[in-house]
């Protein structure tokens, strides 16, 4: 690579790689919530594909960091809103991993959650989408991914409070402590959704 490739930025190569990134994400999250509504085999290996792709993709964008001098914004930022969208879909497959591993079936608040985080993968999705062209959409859809993370943050209580209430037995508890494993796996994945969405605003706040 001559000296001139060094210093040629490539805007479009790492919005190309967030959004590929973003939409894999949300074909993740999707995949979660078809699961909890209808297990499957076929739904956990089709999420843990998805996931490897999703590795694949950050590994290349990273490639891309490493070989660019230039970049079209902060390439911290470009880096922390990689890994945020990829660890959205990591959770993501986790969860349905331990769900089918310990044969846990779907409780209502896990369906509630999911059904939101799928919602908030898609304003990631389509935030990233807007970052080049219309910032000022992207950043109004990244503050409905952080209110989406707000109400799973709620029924995320919620629920812990409903595994508590019928504790009798040993098998309960074996019960209980299933779910809330699962249940803080998804709520790490709106976590980092609220990352995701916070570093789409600061982007566009640095651009202007």
Known sequence: MGLKDLFTKKPDRFRQLLAE????????????????RAPSPEIVDALRRAEKEADELRRILIDELNRTFATPFDREDIFGLSRAIDDIIDYAHTSVDEMALFNVEPTPDIVAIVKLLAD??????????????????????????????????????????????????VQDVQRVLKLREIFRHLSNSADRGDEAANLISDIVVKGT
């Open 21 to 36: 990134q973003a939409a894999k994400t949300l074909e993740g999250v999707q995949l979660l919530e078809q699961y909890v």
């Open 120 to 169: 908030a993968a898609t304003e990631i999705h389509l935030a990233v989408l807007r970052l080049s062209d219309h910032p000022g959409v992207a950043i109004e859809h990244a503050k409905r991914a952080k209110s989406l993370e707000n109400r799973v943050e709620d029924l995320y209580r919620q629920a812990l409070a409903h595994l508590f209430e019928d504790v009798n037995t």
